[in-house]
């Protein structure tokens, strides 16, 4: 969760240039373009909602969920999620018990970008309760992290900057 969403205000079109150009990006939470965030990426997805839930589905392979089986079920720690709406070239990764997309992947130019609805690293005390924690992700949301991180960072240079 990002406390400075001028950031994306001020820096969205550095950042899709950069993408474009054959950068990666992960996007959690709000900044998927939910709230304060402006969208940065429509035509994979954005930001809609976010209801009451910490139960969510695979939708589709892919090396983000890799591991992870179509119609698989998981818990992720935090009592909500971001939903999103998926844009025409994104592809759905993972939805939540509303059948709507929490997790959305695609490539933009040369670059690829994760729209991750969860706020993970952040957990509730008590499951299914708004007060929350710094956590370490575990279970299908660990995978899933691991994978995006991985799928972000294939084909890039050791020492490349993007």
Request: hydrophobic share 40%.
């Amino acid at each position: 969760k990002t406390a400075a969403s001028i950031y994306f205000k001020t820096a969205g079109e550095l950042l899709r240039r950069w993408v474009e150009e054959g950068g990666r990006l992960l996007l959690c939470f709000d900044a998927v373009g939910y709230r304060a965030h402006p969208p940065l990426f429509p035509e994979l997805g954005q930001g809609f909602t976010n209801p009451k839930g910490d139960v969510v589905t695979v939708a589709a392979e892919h090396p983000v969920v890799a591991g992870l089986a179509i119609g698989e079920t998981f818990v992720h720690g935090y009592a909500d999620h971001v939903q999103l709406t998926a844009g025409a070239d994104g592809t759905v990764l993972v939805t939540d018990e509303a059948g709507k997309p929490v997790v959305i992947a695609g490539t933009i130019g040369k670059g690829r970008v994760v729209l991750h609805g969860m706020i993970t690293g952040y957990s509730s005390v008590k499951r299914g309760d708004f007060a929350g924690q710094p956590a370490e992700p575990e279970g299908g949301e660990r995978t899933m992290l691991i994978n995006a991180v991985k799928w972000l960072g294939q084909g890039l240079e050791p020492g490349a900057s993007r």
